[in-house]
């Protein structure tokens, strides 16, 4: 079975400051994990995802995300926040092992960036 | 990519009546899928349609309640049938695109639904 993780219901952040998003996965092959963004009134837009490689990977908007296999993790994080970065985030994982597998959303993160 | 629109973006409507979502995909795709988000939230899995066959229903939908159609590879419909309070949430199409390393998901921008 495959789960995912988001410990944090809100997130807030003065802005220009760094923000960091967490997100721990569990599957039973390898993972292939995402992250999404939801603005209010409007559906769920892709950030960025994580197959293979470099365990850092950047995506929309300046974010970024670390992989992280020991520590079954997959933190978003962006170096300097704007208030337009104020959303709801999701982070998503599938088996890639498993060809029945399905995307798992976690319960989402509410991120608030102050001006 | 894929651009999805859905139809309507908004609906109130009365207990006991059923209300059909609308969904267009602007590229064939095999595989759609309809999520529910319940206020404050995430994202739950109803259903999974593929053109020409019936649509695949997870743990605790059914067809009776959100029948699905599927006519062809660029179109579904989701039905939320004899609806009560409890079925507002927003209602999200979804494509899959690509092969199995390179699948990427999209999301349409959301049915709203609330019922009184």
């Known amino acids: 079975a495959q789960s995912v993780a988001q410990p944090e219901d809100q997130v807030n952040v003065a802005e220009g400051n760094p923000l960091t998003v967490k997100c721990t996965y569990s599957?039973?092959?390898?993972?292939?994990l995402f992250w999404y963004v939801q603005y209010p009134n409007r559906g769920l837009q892709f950030l960025l995802k994580?197959?293979?490689?470099?365990?850092l990977v950047k995506g929309s908007y300046g974010f970024e995300a670390e992989f992280n296999k020991s520590q079954t993790s997959f933190h978003l994080k962006k170096p300097s926040a704007l208030v337009s970065d104020s959303a709801l985030y999701f982070c998503a994982v599938r088996d890639l092992d498993s060809s029945a597998s399905k995307i798992i959303f976690g319960s989402g993160t509410r991120l608030s960036i102050r001006p | 990519s894929a651009v999805i629109s859905q139809k309507p973006s908004r609906d109130i409507c009365q207990r006991g009546t059923s209300l059909t979502i609308q969904c267009q995909v602007d590229s064939q795709v095999t595989m759609m899928f309809w999520y529910r988000q319940q206020p404050g939230q995430s994202l739950t899995l109803i259903a999974t349609?593929?053109?020409?066959?019936?649509?695949?229903?997870e743990s605790g939908f059914v067809i009776d309640k959100f029948p699905i159609s599927r006519p062809n590879l660029t179109f579904s419909t989701l039905t939320v049938s004899n609806m009560s309070p409890e079925d507002s949430s927003i209602y999200l199409c979804?494509?899959?695109?690509?092969?199995?390393?390179?699948?990427?998901?999209?999301f349409g921008p959301g049915t709203r639904l609330t019922v009184l």
């Open positions: 349609a593929n053109q020409g066959s019936e649509a695949t229903y």
């Open positions: 599957v039973s092959g390898n993972p292939y």
């Open positions: 994580y197959i293979t490689g470099d365990n």
């Open positions: 979804s494509v899959e695109t690509g092969t199995v390393l390179t699948n990427e998901q999209f």
